[in-house]
């Protein structure tokens, strides 16, 4: 393979099928001209983890390994999780009483929710929040479980911010 120039830079690449790749800046075609269609930093690969039917009780003092928080926040295998597309009522700092009964029915549900089968967990759109919790969107069967909560109207969509429940 010819080494070719554009504008003073090495264009090193990889003859592909008349082509060749130049990392993020574009390709070249075999007549050596930029073609017009630019390339991205390569995305990054996410892969879902999937994770095995278990119990998931709610967490209740002592040592946390694999439980439910509250609606959007539980423990698997000593890591914190944050469903990253939903957000529920509070249960530990509620705002008033509709809001305690609420985040309670969405903890509940959650576990009914992780307990009935194997699950994916993929990341958002960042690794964790600035709490340290790992940011995921939990999934089962192509369908978010933060969704069916959302749907069954113990969750909201997380827009950013989080919402008001009283």
């Known amino acids: 393979m010819r080494r070719r120039w554009l504008g003073g830079v090495p264009l090193l690449g990889l003859a592909l099928m008349g082509m060749a790749v130049t990392g993020a800046m574009g390709l070249v075609l075999r007549d050596g001209s930029l073609s017009d269609a630019l ?14 039917q278990r119990s998931f009780p709610v967490c209740a003092g002592g040592k946390r390994v694999t439980c439910v928080v509250d609606g959007d926040t539980f423990w698997l295998d000593g890591v914190k999780v944050r469903i990253a597309d939903i957000d529920t009522p509070e249960v530990s700092q509620p705002g008033c009483a509709a809001e305690s009964a609420l985040g309670a029915q969405a903890t509940v549900r959650l576990a009914q929710l ?10 958002a759109d960042r690794d964790e929040d600035r709490y340290g919790r790992k940011l995921r969107i939990v999934t089962r069967d192509g369908r978010s479980l933060g969704e069916v909560l959302v749907q069954e109207g113990l969750a909201h969509r997380w827009g950013g911010s989080r919402g008001g429940w009283c």
């Open 39 to 52: 390339l991205s930093p390569a995305p990054v690969a996410v892969s879902a983890t999937s994770v095995p």
């Open 114 to 123: 992780l307990v009935a089968g194997p699950f994916e967990m993929a990341v």
